[in-house]
């Protein structure tokens, strides 16, 4: 699965996303992007105040800090195509 996350040089909550992927790689194998928002001005403008914020692109989905792992879990584990 590709997902990806929208962060920025320095981000502790977004290494802490990282480490929540990392944990659950063995159940949800996937490939992460980073995008830094900084070098973008539609993206920075968008999601400034909103980092970490992870992109499934099969889903058209993301999803905001905070979360818990569960949460991410249960994002991870939709199916691609779904639509809630």
Not at 33 to 51: F, N, R, V
Not at 75 to 84: Q, R, T
Request: with cysteine; net charge negative.
């Amino acid at each position: 699965m590709h997902l990806v996350l929208y962060t920025t040089l320095g981000c502790h909550l977004c290494e802490q996303v990282e480490a929540m992927l990392d944990h659950l790689a063995s159940a949800f194998p996937h490939q992460l992007q980073k995008c830094d928002i900084a070098e973008d001005d539609a993206l920075l403008e968008i999601y400034a105040t909103e980092i970490p914020v992870l992109f499934r692109p099969d889903i058209d989905m993301e999803i905001a800090w905070p979360f818990e792992i569960e949460q991410l879990a249960q994002f991870l584990a939709l199916p691609s195509g779904a639509v809630l």
